[in-house]
Structures are given as structure tokens and as C-alpha cells.
């Protein structure tokens, strides 16, 4: 789809490219990986696409829900047949939590299609716009979490470098 459009947007010299990412493409949960690794993917791509296409004048924004009332829990959710019993405390509670929320997720869909077009008609549209108190919630978290690994293991990462002068 992007290939398509953007001849197009190139040649007006504006647009915007919105991606569907989740919560999940900033941090993997257990019983999710596949998903997770998909979503990564889509912020990577798009991460890249936004450096190239700004001098352009198109933006990049990626929509990172959390759960909405969609059908993603329901129908469109395919789990292996077989649970197996040593991942019951992690990849096992996922399973069950998947076939409970269905329906019952916090996200309106109608009220984050109007949150991603108020994004896109802002002045500056942000690259992630994370929708739901809960992905604002745990993202934060994990970045937090990223940022005191980091400064806990910065020595030895520095001392991987080559020594200078």
C-alpha cells in the first residue's frame, strides 16, 4: 500500500502514512511473540520510512493501541490446539486472558479513529501516538525499565568500545 501511495504523495509533496502497529510492537508479552515480532517489524519500517519522507513533506505516524473492542480476541485470534503445561504461568495465562477480555476490552474503535484524525490534522502529528490508558501506562513503564538497564550496564557497555587517543 505504501509503494502505491506514495508516487503520488511525493509528487504533491505532502501526505501522511498511518500504520497500525500495538502496544506489542513496543514490548513482547508472553504467548504473543509471533505477534510482537510483526509488530516491531511494522515500527522499524515505519521509523525508517518517516526519516526518508520528511524532507518530503509526508509524515509518518504509528498507532500503538491497547486493547480496543475489536475483533482481535474474538474470531481473528487463532491459539495452538494444545496448551502445554510449562508454559502454564507465562504463555498459559495469556491464553486464558485472550479468551476472557473479547468484548470487554477499555478501547472504544470509534473514539480512536477520531484520536488518529485529530493526530493527523494536528499541526505536528506525533510518529507514535499510543491510544489507551493502558498502552500509555505499560509503554511508559518499559521505557523506564529500558532506561535503568541501560544506565546500570553503562560501563561495561562503554568498555566494549576500542580505547581512543
Known sequence: M???????????????????????GR????????YSASKFAVEGMSDALRKEL???????????????????????LHQSAQAIADYAGTAGLRRKENSK??????????????????????DKPPF???????????????????LLELDAWKQVALDADFPTG
Open 54 to 76: 520528511k524532507p518530503l513533506g509526508i509524515s509518518v505516524m504509528v498507532v500503538e493501541p491497547s486493547g480496543f473492542r475489536t475483533d482481535f480476541s474474538g474470531r481473528s
Open 2 to 24: 505504501t509503494q502505491a501511495v506514495l508516487p503520488g504523495m511525493r509528487a504533491r509533496k505532502r501526505g501522511h502514512i498511518v500504520n497500525i502497529s500495538s502496544v506489542a
Open 128 to 146: 507514535r501516538l499510543a491510544l489507551g490508558r493502558d498502552a500509555n501506562e505499560r509503554i511508559k513503564a518499559e521505557l523506564d525499565a529500558q
Open 27 to 34: 514490548m513482547a508479552f508472553p504467548g504473543s511473540g509471533y
Open 101 to 122: 477480555e473479547h468484548g470487554k476490552q477499555a478501547g472504544d474503535p470509534v473514539r480512536a479513529a477520531k484520536a488518529i484524525i485529530e493526530a493527523v490534522q494536528a
